[in-house]
């Protein structure tokens, strides 16, 4: 099992749709959990993280964790095409030295 | 200016070729990490360095190897680059005692011929 999953998609939503991106993690241990945006021959960008189980809320994006099961989601409302992108999620692991990064789940915002 | 700064961009290099790869930092942090990434198999970790002093091996240190010449300054050598390690690579830096959060260089893309 790896330690990190996601479903590579491509995921198509439509303009204006709430796009929902989803992850899975092995390490009980985790603490603290990121998504990262990447376009294509760029680098990773910080979207939002978080550490408390519950929802996080930043404009339109709402993180939600689930640590009893092991699972961290990221919601997009009102998808917009430059939404267009590969997400990365990613977890502490290694007693919190390192993150450890999902293959990434690419998103494909329709006109 | 740009925070993290990688240097080359791109190269392109021969079998066999040492290659350097150089990552600099403005941010003041502490913590500094080597990325491959392939298409398909997300970010991998090669190495990392807590400071000058502190070097650690990530999951697939074989074939590479580093040096944190300062702080700010954390380099990538392929000794003897094979066609294998064909991919993007991204330096990354991190505050301790601040969130976990990584930031990134803007990646340099090897081709190995």
């Known amino acids: 099992q790896k330690e990190v999953e996601q479903n590579s998609g491509p995921l198509s939503v439509p303009e204006g749709a709430i796009a929902s991106l989803n992850c899975t993690y092995s390490?009980?241990?985790?603490?603290?959990f990121f998504w990262y945006r990447q376009y294509s021959g760029k680098s990773p960008e910080l979207i939002m993280f978080?550490?408390?189980?519950g929802d996080k809320e930043d404009g339109r994006f709402t993180a939600q964790l689930n640590k009893a099961s092991q699972y961290v989601s990221l919601l997009i409302r009102d998808s917009q095409p430059s939404d267009s992108a590969t997400y990365l999620c990613?977890?502490?692991?290694?007693?919190?030295?390192?993150?450890?990064f999902g293959t990434g789940t690419q998103l494909k915002v329709e006109l | 200016d740009a925070d993290v700064t990688q240097t080359p961009r791109n190269r392109i290099t021969k079998t066999g070729k040492r290659i350097m790869l150089e990552c600099s930092q403005t941010?003041?942090?502490?913590?500094m990490y080597w990325y491959r990434q392939d298409p398909g198999l997300g970010l991998q970790l090669i190495y990392y360095?807590?400071?000058?002093?502190?070097?650690n091996k990530g999951e697939i240190s074989d074939g590479y190897s580093v040096s944190r010449q300062a702080q700010a300054k954390f380099s990538l050598s392929l000794e003897s680059a094979i066609p294998n390690q064909t991919a993007l690579y991204f330096c990354?830096?991190?505050?301790?005692?601040?969130?976990?959060?990584?930031?990134f260089g803007p990646g340099t893309r090897l081709t190995v011929l």
């Open positions: 390490d009980r241990g985790s603490q603290s």
């Open positions: 360095s807590f400071d000058v002093k502190d070097i």
């Open positions: 990613a977890v502490n692991t290694g007693g919190g030295n390192k993150l450890t």
């Open positions: 941010k003041g942090h502490d913590r």
């Open positions: 978080i550490y408390s189980n």
């Open positions: 990354a830096t991190r505050s301790t005692g601040d969130t976990d959060t990584q930031y």
